[in-house]
Nanobody
Framework: QVQLVESGGGLAQPGGSLRLSCAAS????????MGWYRQAPGKQRDLVAQ???????YYADSAKGRFTISRDNAKNTVYLQMNSLKPEDTAVYYC????????????WGQGTQVTVSS
């Protein structure tokens, strides 16, 4: 079992920045891959970025060049630095933990709202 606790969402202006954090506890094997997904109202939950324990990263096209995923293995925490935010980034962001690369694991955080608006 893995427990994920997110923090750092909120309101930002277009062009602004936010940093999300997700602290994981529980089974280390099931946190080999950590990721961030987002879900806007009426839409499916989509992958934003993933990172392996060794630091390999993947970004969705919408996140490339603007978002940076990182992790602190000692703290079992993953971060998502979001810069140059756009209104279309508005969504609930969810942390996810998986055992294998490029898969959607069964463990989810509670979600944190990110709203980009002037």
């Amino acid at each position: 079992q893995v427990q994920l606790v997110e923090s750092g969402g909120g309101l930002a202006q277009p062009g602004g920045s936010l940093r999300l954090s997700c602290a994981a506890s529980g089974s280390i094997l099931n946190t080999n891959v950590m990721g961030w997904y987002r879900q806007a109202p009426g839409k499916q939950r989509d992958l934003v970025a993933q990172i392996t324990r060794s630091g390999t990263t993947y970004y969705a096209d919408s996140a490339k060049g603007r978002f940076t995923i990182s992790r602190d293995n000692a703290k079992n925490t993953v971060y998502l630095q979001m810069n140059s935010l756009k209104p279309e980034d508005t969504a609930v962001y969810y942390c996810n933990a998986a055992a294998t690369w490029r898969t959607r694991g069964p463990y989810w955080g509670q979600g944190t709202q990110v709203t980009v608006s002037s």
